[in-house]
């Protein structure tokens, strides 16, 4: 039986559905199509401070000097990096009615300060437990991130289910015995909810 429902953040319950901040920096630097988000999250320094080893001001550093950019574009360049990025209020608003008779919870990987980031949305009101890799020193597909969250839950991994958007973190929480649910890019509130009721959670 199914006693908790975990998800992701970002590309799930946070998405970028206007791309066009970002896209007038790669039509600016002559890069392809989500090269910004790459040039970002897949830097040394991200990876770092994904699992809370370096300051998110490392990341911004990074592409700073890979893009030759002073420190004004810089600060513009962080703006337009978020502003097309938008909460699923829907999906946050079935999330929270399942409680109390499920556990909610996230996990997710992220930078120092995610928590606060997130706070005024993501919080105690919705979720019973949100565990941020660099809070942990681990990240997602790492099996311990995983066992941490059920812990916290007070679930076994057969209790749970966990939607996430990377194909390769829904494989390791099902390689637990959790239930796996794929996001797809997308992929509507009311496409969740059909998913999580196939699977008897109502």
């Not at 950019?69 to 999906?91: H, K, P, T």
């Not at 949305?121 to 941020?132: I, S």
């Amino acid at each position: 039986m199914i006693r908790a429902v975990i998800f992701d953040i970002g590309g799930v319950l946070v998405r970028t559905e206007d791309l066009e901040p970002r896209r007038k920096w790669e039509r600016r630097f002559g890069l392809p199509d989500w090269g910004l988000a790459q040039l970002i999250f897949d830097s040394p320094a991200a990876q770092e401070a994904t699992l809370g080893r370096a300051d998110e001001s490392a990341i911004w550093e990074h592409a700073a000097r890979a893009l030759g950019l002073s420190a004004d574009e810089l600060a513009q360049l962080q703006r337009d990096f978020w502003a097309g990025d938008r909460y699923d209020e829907a999906l946050i608003d079935y999330l929270r009615s399942l409680r109390p008779r499920y556990k909610t919870g996230i996990i997710s990987n992220a930078w120092p300060g995610a928590r606060a980031f997130h706070q005024h949305r993501l919080n105690g009101e919705t979720f019973d437990v949100l565990v941020f890799s660099a809070e942990e020193g681990v990240a997602k597909p790492a099996p311990e991130i995983y066992r941490r969250a059920l812990t916290r839950l007070g679930v076994a991994a057969t209790q749970a289910v966990f939607v996430d958007d990377a194909t390769e973190n829904v494989a390791a929480a099902c390689t637990l015995g959790m239930v796996g649910v794929h996001f797809r890019r997308g992929m509507s509130a009311a496409e969740v909810r059909a998913a999580l009721e196939a699977l008897d959670v109502k």
